[in-house]
T-cell receptor, first 110, second 114 residues
Framework: TQLLEQSPQFLSIQEGENLTVYCNSS?????LQWYRQEPGEGPVLLVT?????EVKKLKRLTFQFGDARKDSSLHITAAQTGDTGLYLC??????????FGAGTQVVVTP | DAGVIQSPRHEVTEMGQEVTLRCKPI?????LFWYRQTMMRGLELLIY????????DSGMPEDRFSAKMPNASFSTLKIQPSEPRDSAVYFC????????????FGPGTRLTVT
């Protein structure tokens, strides 16, 4: 079983601050995805990274896939209250099956 | 375009009763996944289908759980008999092609077994 560990488990910051969430594994994944989930809703895909060392930017969000394809990070610049949510990373195997981390709960206060 | 549709959104039932959860994937998607989410265990994959055929059901907790996909636009997850420990949010997700890996989730069904 490939285990994905996310850190921190909980993060509370003020609007305007930056934050970084980490996703680590001892196993190699074919792809790494980040999702955000809000209360009462399903996870929503933010990004997919497939190449070791890949960096993707989505407005204020920057995603990085480690060179060895075992770890990833999500960095949010100038956080807004709308960034509040549960951030989940998920590693994909060659069959399209995803293994999810436990998630990082991010709370951005005004 | 409509996303993944799940019904019901909430289900409250008594222990021992049969529960059926329903899912309509995004049109054209050939993979369908059933997940369960709890505070203790997070998001767990129960079973997934490719072109209506079950591929991996290793995550199904026990024989009380069964899933079917009679056609490309409909799937069910059945629990019979239900137990209080089955209380969770059940999500259905779909994706297009194995190289995509990008899964689109439905809004979930919150199941409470009393």
């Amino acid at each position: 079983t490939q285990l994905l560990e996310q850190s921190p488990q909980f993060l509370s910051i003020q609007e305007g601050e930056n934050l970084t969430v980490y996703c680590n594994s001892s196993s190699v994944f074919s792809s790494l995805q980040w999702y955000r989930q809000e209360p009462g809703e399903g996870p929503v895909l933010l990004v997919t990274v497939v190449t070791g060392g890949e960096v993707k930017k989505l407005k204020r969000l920057t995603f990085q896939f480690g060179d060895a394809r075992k770890d990833s990070s999500l960095h949010i610049t100038a956080a807004q209250t709308g960034d509040t949510g549960l951030y989940l990373c998920a590693g994909g195997d060659s069959w399209g099956k995803l293994q999810f981390g436990a998630g990082t709960q991010v709370v951005v206060t005004p | 375009d409509a996303g993944v549709i799940q019904s019901p959104r909430h289900e409250v039932t008594e222990m021992g009763q049969e529960v059926t959860l329903r899912c309509k994937p995004i049109s054209g998607h050939d993979y369908l996944f059933w997940y369960r989410q709890t505070m203790m265990r997070g998001l767990e994959l129960l079973i997934y289908f490719n072109n209506n055929v079950p591929i991996d059901d290793s995550g199904m907790p026990e024989d009380r759980f069964s899933a079917k996909m009679p056609n490309a636009s409909f799937s069910t997850l059945k629990i019979q008999p239900s137990e209080p420990r089955d209380s969770a949010v059940y999500f259905c997700a779909s994706s297009l092609g194995w190289v995509s890996y990008e899964q689109y989730f439905g809004p979930g069904t919150r199941l409470t077994v009393t």
